[in-house]
């Protein structure tokens, strides 16, 4: 290859990457990083393998890229580097062939991961008992938990009692909502707190406890309470439906490049049927005695009201597949 066309080429890649910005512009900090990370990657492969010198031609080449990564990256990374990709060109990620992600792959926050009890990931280590208490009835993550101030107690938009959760993950606010039969314990960690005073010390959040399998356990919780009362309570599944599309239209949101922010689409599946669990995640769920199936209205309850994630798979795949 000619040094005039080396030349050419880097100035073709700087175009297509400067080219992508506006849709960065749009994410949180750390995604943009890690967004912009895997768009420059894809482009890479794109002027590579298939000499692309525009975003059109680039747009042809996804499923060739997945394809790829495969063999070379674990199913959760081969995700990651698609979901930069699908988002830029606006593709639906399903409707690309990659590897299935399995539960029972996943590694973090196993019970039986082996780790040695410390004085600083231990749960039953007193400096850290207002903090383990906390988690186990909101289930926010750990980083959330540092920036928790006085004021952000708050009631939702269909009246229940919220933790308002500061830029958490993906640069978003949300509002962990709090079941009523816990409302006067954590409303107690508040008492007392000025507006902009730290709920927490450092010193009670400084050690290696793994908050992330408390918060699953309290989404199992969670769950069983949202069916009990969907299967015994005359109404109460049409009212919590209504409530999840409110907040849904609220706070499930996307910036456009001009800076409008709009609800994305709501799909009725979503709180409808039954979630059903296959594959290695099925053997997994039978292997610990877990649920190979649940109540969608119920999972959507939680996924939205207590882990902010906005996907039922996710819930299953990353809380209520925990063991």
């Known amino acids: ?102 539960t029972a792959e996943y590694t973090k926050s196993r019970s039986d991961n082996g780790k040695k009890i410390r004085a600083d990931n231990n749960i039953d280590n007193p400096r850290y008992e207002r903090s383990v208490a906390f988690q186990r009835v909101v289930g926010i993550r750990a980083s959330e938990l540092a920036k928790l101030e006085g004021r952000d107690l708050v009631r939702d938009e269909s009246g229940h009692l919220c933790v308002f959760v500061k830029n958490g993950k993906g640069g978003k606010d949300s509002l962990q909502r709090i079941l009523p039969e816990d409302e006067a314990f954590i409303e107690s960690y508040f008492e007392g707190v000025s507006e902009k005073e730290k709920v927490f010390q450092p010193i009670e959040l400084s050690n290696s406890i793994d908050y992330h399998h408390i918060r699953a356990e309290n989404a199992k919780r969670c769950y069983k309470y949202y069916l009990d009362k969907i299967n015994n309570e005359e109404g109460y599944a049409e009212k919590l439906a209504d409530e999840i599309r409110l907040r849904w239209k609220l706070y499930c949101t ?70």
Request: net charge positive.
């Open 1 to 102: 290859m000619s040094k005039q066309n080396k030349v050419r080429g880097k100035s073709i890649t700087r175009q297509l990457r400067d080219e992508t910005e506006p849709f960065l512009s749009t994410k949180s900090f750390g995604t943009q990083k890690n967004y912009r990370k895997w768009l420059d990657a894809y482009i890479k492969y794109c002027r590579e393998h298939h000499n692309c010198k525009t975003h059109d031609e680039c747009f042809m080449h996804i499923q060739d890229y997945s394809d790829y990564l495969q063999g070379k990256y674990s199913a959760s990374t081969i995700h990651s580097y698609l979901a930069a990709v699908c988002g830029f060109y606006n593709v639906p990620m399903d409707l690309i062939a990659k590897p299935i992600r399995h």
């Open 254 to 323: 996307k910036k456009l490049p001009d800076g409008t922010i709009i609800p994305k689409p709501f799909d009725e599946k979503l709180i409808s049927g039954t979630y059903k669990v296959k594959g290695k995640n099925k053997e997994l769920a039978i292997k610990y005695g877990l649920p190979t199936s649940y109540n969608k209205l119920a999972l959507s309850a939680v996924s939205i009201f207590h882990l902010a994630h906005w996907r039922n798979n996710v819930t299953v795949q990353s809380y209520l597949l925990s063991h």
